[in-house]
């Protein structure tokens, strides 16, 4: 998917398999499919946020992820980014910054989330919160 950037907004994912979230691949459509999969949402952020920029607080995700919005990555959070194995990070929450000129302020956004997990339980699995931050800090 990274080469042919699934990530990016314009893809047509309408033959996707939609999938409830937060639960592990297993308790959902995808079954227990392990590997690389995407997630693709599109949330709307309030006007008033012009000019902040936002955290989205991941509850856990259990595998890497790579966090993208609106084409751009904005957290890697694997083995290598965390310095430990997944077995290790698993279940830890995580924060994912998104600068203020990336969000579209009362219009629609994409969050794309790939994870790759090889063995055991995969997904995002804990829930995902986005609050906006003063663009200062």
Do not use: M
């Not at 751009?72 to 698993?90: M, N, Y």
């Amino acid at each position: 998917g990274v080469d042919e950037e699934w990530f990016k907004p314009g893809l047509d994912d309408s033959g996707w398999t939609p999938i409830s979230v937060p639960a592990f691949w297993a308790e959902t459509e995808a079954g227990s499919y392990l590997g690389t999969g995407w997630y693709r949402a599109y949330f709307t952020v309030p006007a008033e946020w012009k000019g902040k920029a936002a955290k989205l607080l991941f509850g856990s995700i259990d595998g890497q992820a790579w966090v993208y919005v609106n084409g751009r990555l904005v957290k890697e959070h694997s083995e290598k980014t965390e310095g430990a194995p997944i077995d290790q990070f698993w279940d830890k929450p995580f924060t994912a910054d998104i600068p203020a000129d990336l969000l579209n302020c009362g219009a629609k956004n994409l969050l794309a989330v790939r994870v790759q997990k090889s063995k055991g339980n995969a997904g995002i699995w804990r829930p995902v919160i986005i609050h906006a931050v003063d663009a200062k800090k």
